[in-house]
């Protein structure tokens, strides 16, 4: 296990991004259209970079957090729990325009996701001028991390913001109708995290997930157009990554699977933390992927009781 009494960076990562509620269904058995079918809902706090910055602070990382949340209870509460993780939240915008977000998701009765729907309209509110007042939050980061549910003008004053303070750039594509906001930014990003189907819209070419080498090189080439770290998660077949000192491929770990929402949050957030703390790529990955798996197994969007010692205990 490796000793952080040294490495971890007393600089907090910058997170910007979505957050709301989850409502998951999980199906009982093959679902039938135009009825009700049995199942169980439950409901947790989500967002992509709502539950990297969670993860982040449950693995001992300091972490500043910009989004925006409806001035109704739901966002109140999520503040307060983000809080009480360790996620400083002074500079989340609270609004009356918009409730916080909501995110929908069915999964069938082994954890596949059946499809979901998401409406963020309040994280359309983190203008350019918003996150411009909030400079000194970029100037002071030791890495920044962001979703694509963001607007395009909002991430490129992002980018523009994270060069003046001369930040590394994490981000994840989020959904194959947002990846392509990234695009124009593929070489100025230290890692992106898609899945195979953001990675098709990245790289203009189909990626099937059941084929890792065929991820891998689309992984390669993702490189090539100048991110320096990119991981494609693969569901059940694992994670292949690619920088400019190499690649690999780390499988799954078998595990059953109550709800797959959050699992690749937890990954992304652990390589950030490797990153931060000089862990090599494949220890980081393989770490990522251990918390993938845990998360994989808990009915919510993040491990409450999520460690390094855990993700250890989990290789």
């Known amino acids: 296990m490796v000793d952080l009494s040294t490495s971890l960076s007393d600089a907090p990562v910058l997170v910007i991004g979505s957050a709301g509620v989850d409502i998951i269904g999980r199906l009982d058995r093959q679902s039938l259209s135009g009825t009700s079918n049995p199942g169980h809902i439950r409901t ?33 509460d999520l503040l307060h729990q983000l809080e009480s993780a360790g996620v400083d939240v002074s500079a989340v915008l609270r609004t009356n325009k918009h409730s916080t977000g909501t995110y929908l ?22 203008s350019p ?37 001369r930040l590394k750039v994490c981000a994840d594509p989020t959904s194959i109708f947002l990846a392509d906001r990234l695009c124009p930014y593929m070489s100025r990003l230290s890692l992106i995290t898609p899945n195979s189907s953001e990675a098709s819209v990245l790289c203009g070419n189909p990626v099937d997930a059941s084929q890792f ?13 100048g991110a320096d770290v990119v991981l494609i998660t693969l569901a059940e077949f694992g ?62 969007s993040v491990r409450p009781d999520l460690s390094l010692e855990l993700l250890y205990e989990h290789l």
Do not use: C, W
Request: hydrophobic content about 45%; overall charge neutral.
């Open 213 to 225: 080498r065929e991820a891998m090189e689309t992984a390669k080439f993702l490189v090539s157009q």
């Open 105 to 126: 998701g069915v999964v069938n009765s082994i954890g596949e996701l059946q499809f979901g729907i998401n409406d963020l309209r309040a994280t359309s509110l983190l």
């Open 44 to 76: 947790s706090f989500g967002g992509v970079a709502r539950n990297v910055a969670e993860n982040l602070a449950r693995l001992g990382q300091p972490v500043n957090f910009i989004s925006v949340v409806g001035q109704d209870t739901i966002g109140v």
């Open 239 to 300: 994670v292949v990554y690619a920088s400019s000192e190499g690649s690999g491929h780390v499988p799954s770990i078998r595990t059953k699977i109550l709800d797959p929402t959050g699992a690749g949050d937890a990954l992304t957030a652990t390589v950030i933390f490797s990153m931060l703390n000089n862990i090599s790529l494949d220890d980081g990955v393989r770490l990522g992927v251990s918390a993938a798996s845990l998360t994989l197994h808990h009915s919510g």
């Open 129 to 165: 001028e918003y996150l411009r007042k909030h400079i000194d939050l970029f100037k002071n980061a030791s890495m920044l991390f962001f979703d694509a549910n963001l607007g395009r003008a909002a991430i490129k004053t992002i980018m523009s913001l994270a060069n003046r303070a």
